[in-house]
C-alpha cells in the first residue's frame, strides 16, 4: 500500500524558515511527480510546488523565490524548504505524488500537516 508521510511542520514568525519533508513507501514502481499542495481555513486546495523525477520544478507564483523544492529519488522522500515566511503561508500542507502504472497514471496524497505563521 502506498503511504506518504509527512514531517516538519508547526508553528513559526514572521520571516522565519520550516523544511518539511514528505515520505514516500510501498510502491515497486518509481514515483513520477512529487510535490506539495496546501489549503488554508475557508479556501480551496491549491499548488505550491512540484517536482518531476528529472527534477523539472513548478512552483506557484505566491511562493517563488521564497520556497525550494527538492527530492531524493533514492529515499522517495520530497522536500520543501520554506523561507522568508509570512502569515498568507498558513495552511495545511499536503504531499502528493503520483505513480505511472500501464492502466494510467495514479494520484496519491498524505494526511497533511499544519504550518502556522504568526506575525
Known amino acids: 500500500q502506498v503511504q506518504l508521510v509527512e514531517s516538519g511542520g508547526g508553528l513559526v514568525q514572521a520571516g522565519g524558515s520550516l523544511r518539511l519533508s514528505c515520505a514516500g513507501s510501498?510502491?515497486?514502481?518509481?514515483?513520477?511527480?512529487m510535490g506539495w499542495y496546501r489549503q488554508a481555513p475557508g479556501k480551496e486546495r491549491e499548488l505550491v510546488a512540484t517536482?518531476?523525477?528529472?527534477?523539472?520544478?513548478n512552483y506557484a507564483d505566491s511562493v517563488k523565490g521564497r520556497f525550494t523544492i527538492s527530492r531524493d529519488n533514492a529515499k522517495n522522500t520530497v522536500y520543501l524548504q520554506m523561507n522568508s515566511l509570512k502569515p498568507e503561508d498558513t495552511a495545511v500542507y499536503y504531499c502528493?505524488?503520483?505513480?505511472?502504472?500501464?492502466?494510467?497514471?495514479?494520484?496519491?496524497w498524505g494526511q497533511g500537516i499544519q504550518v502556522t505563521v504568526s506575525s
Open positions: 517536482q518531476t523525477s528529472s527534477a523539472s520544478a
Open positions: 502528493a505524488a503520483n505513480i505511472r502504472f500501464l492502466s494510467g497514471t495514479k494520484d496519491y
Open positions: 510501498g510502491s515497486i514502481l518509481p514515483f513520477n511527480v
